[in-house]
């Protein structure tokens, strides 16, 4: 069955960056997507990528996406105290009403 | 912003109790869910539901659970005898033309 896979823990220096990495299995996948969750609060959703693309960058963050591989993996650049989280990776198939299927979460701790 | 509102935001309840957990999703969209995190776990799909009945549901999602839109605006989620095992964050979320958007959650404990 389908299922999303991540580390389950990252420690970084704060200003350096981060890389969080995640595999899945379903080939099907067309959506793929990073949420953010800080204590006690809801599922941010941080950015997206479409499985036709390679590469998306959005200020501080960069996904990069091997298709072949089915990896994804999301770079945060200049770590910030504030991106201490837990960041989700999760995908869907092509239908707007499909259910999303999330990895464990991988917990972001900065280093001062 | 418009946003996903849910309430209450931590619910506690005797085991074998029925408990009814509240969503408001963003008002012009069509697509409904509800998800689960049981604490270090996972964020789990339950249900979703488009036009007044379930699209899909996963194998969590037995006779005990059940969804309703009882209004234009709020989308329920009823266990009808809960479980220890219950005891999870719940998430709503709704979509219309792109991306799910997730509510802040309801905490529920089961004692």
């Known amino acids: 069955g389908e299922d999303v896979e991540q580390s389950l823990f990252l420690s970084v220096r704060e200003g350096d960056s981060s890389v969080i990495n995640c595999t899945y299995t379903?080939?099907?996948?067309?959506?793929l997507y990073w949420y953010k969750q800080e204590p006690g609060a809801g599922l941010q959703l941080l950015t997206y990528i479409f499985s036709n693309m390679d590469m998306k960058q959005d200020q501080r963050l960069t996904v990069l996406l091997n298709k072949k591989d089915k990896h994804l993996s999301l770079r945060i650049a200049d770590t910030q105290t504030g991106d201490s989280a837990i960041y989700f990776c999760?995908?869907?198939?092509?239908?707007?009403?499909?259910?999303?299927?999330f990895g464990k979460g991988t917990r972001l701790h900065i280093l001062p | 912003e418009p946003e996903v509102t849910q309430t209450p935001s931590h619910q506690v309840t005797q085991m074998g109790q029925e408990v009814i957990l509240r969503c408001v999703p963003i008002s012009n969209h069509l697509y409904f869910y509800w998800y689960r995190q049981i604490l270090g776990q996972k964020v789990e799909f339950l249900v979703s539901f488009y036009n007044n009945e379930i699209s899909e549901k996963s194998e969590i999602f037995d006779d005990q659970f059940s969804v309703e839109r009882p209004d234009g605006s709020n989308f329920t989620l009823k266990i009808r005898s809960t479980k220890l095992e219950d005891s999870a964050m719940y998430f709503c979320a709704s979509s219309g033309t792109s991306e799910q958007f997730f509510g802040p959650g309801t905490r529920l404990t089961v004692l």
């Open positions: 999760a995908e869907s198939p092509m239908n707007r009403d499909d259910k999303i299927i």
């Open positions: 379903d080939s099907s996948s067309t959506y």
